[in-house]
């Protein structure tokens, strides 16, 4: 359902995204959101060069990750963008869109991800709260740490009351568009990869084409 990524971007690189992030001309959130009555936060636009490099930093933190690659099974990325809530800023409770109209084809949102870039200890609410039933997990993580969540969910932005909270946001098309689907092929490739030596060779190998087979039949690389 969650996957934390801990120190997913360097402390330099959590510095470099800073540094960007105080000299940017950031804009009203609902320039990519232009119908949404709940959200409430600023971000940096597509196409500002400077916003384009810290775009760039959070994409390669991603790519290095083993984790990630292993538990979202990207096919698309969104070019990240950062955002930013002042005191008094929060995104009220939403679906993420279907279908993000970006590039030559919509990318299609599986999951979500949030990359943390401030000291929790600097700002006050601002947690990602995701809901699951009738209850909800928050997130609010160290600099340079990431989140990813299913985009099914229905979440928000908690309204930061102190300090501003700073992060990088970007949506994931999976190979694998089911969750249950992609979090049990995780979990097989990932015992496979971890006691996957302990096994006798036939028994390895058997398992292995129990994931690759599972992965042929729901994944749709295309
Ligand atoms: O900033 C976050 O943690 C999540 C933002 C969000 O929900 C969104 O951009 O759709
Ligand atoms: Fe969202």
Same mark, same amino acid.
């Given at each position: 359902?969650?996957?934390? &990524?801990?120190?997913? =971007?360097?402390?330099?690189?959590?510095?470099?995204l800073?540094?960007?992030?105080?000299?940017?001309?950031?804009?009203?959130?609902?320039?990519?959101?232009? *119908?949404?009555?709940?959200?409430?936060?600023l971000?940096?636009?597509?196409? *500002?060069?400077?916003?384009?490099?810290?775009?760039?930093?959070?994409?390669?933190? &991603?790519?290095?990750?083993a984790?990630?690659?292993?538990?979202?099974?990207?096919?698309?990325?969104?070019?990240?963008?950062?955002? &930013?809530?002042?005191?008094?800023?929060?995104?009220?409770? +939403?679906?993420?869109?279907?279908?993000?109209?970006?590039?030559?084809?919509?990318?299609?949102? *599986? =999951?979500?991800?949030?990359?943390?870039?401030?000291?929790?200890?600097?700002? @006050?609410?601002?947690?990602?709260?995701v809901?699951?039933?009738?209850?909800?997990?928050?997130?609010?993580?160290?600099?340079?740490?990431?989140? &990813?969540?299913?985009?099914?969910?229905? +979440?928000?932005?908690k309204?930061?009351?102190?300090?501003?909270?700073?992060?990088?946001?970007?949506?994931?098309?999976?190979?694998?568009? @089911?969750?249950?689907?992609?979090?049990?092929?995780?979990?097989?490739? @990932?015992?496979?990869?971890t006691?996957?030596?302990?096994?006798?060779?036939?028994?390895?190998?058997?398992?292995?084409?129990?994931?690759?087979?599972?992965?042929?039949?729901?994944?749709?690389?295309?």
């Amino acid at each position: 359902m969650f996957c934390e &990524l801990p120190d997913l =971007l360097t402390a330099d690189e959590v510095a470099q995204l800073k540094a960007i992030a105080t000299s940017l001309s950031f804009v009203d959130g609902r320039v990519t959101n232009p *119908d949404s009555k709940v959200k409430n936060n600023l971000q940096g636009l597509p196409g *500002d060069p400077q916003h384009d490099r810290a775009s760039q930093i959070l994409l390669g933190g &991603l790519k290095r990750s083993a984790v990630f690659i292993a538990y979202a099974f990207p096919k698309m990325v969104a070019p990240p963008a950062l955002s &930013l809530y002042r005191p008094g800023m929060n995104y009220g409770a +939403h679906a993420d869109a279907a279908f993000l109209p970006i590039g030559a084809r919509p990318i299609r949102a *599986d =999951l979500s991800c949030t990359v943390f870039l401030n000291d929790p200890a600097d700002y @006050d609410g601002g947690e990602l709260s995701v809901r699951l039933g009738a209850r909800a997990v928050d997130f609010k993580l160290s600099p340079g740490s990431a989140i &990813l969540y299913p985009s099914t969910t229905i +979440h928000e932005v908690k309204p930061v009351t102190r300090g501003e909270r700073l992060c990088g946001i970007t949506f994931i098309e999976s190979d694998i568009v @089911d969750q249950a689907g992609r979090e049990l092929l995780f979990t097989l490739n @990932d015992v496979l990869a971890t006691e996957g030596e302990k096994l006798s060779w036939e028994a390895r190998t058997r398992l292995s084409h129990v994931a690759t087979s599972l992965h042929r039949q729901w994944g749709d690389a295309g």
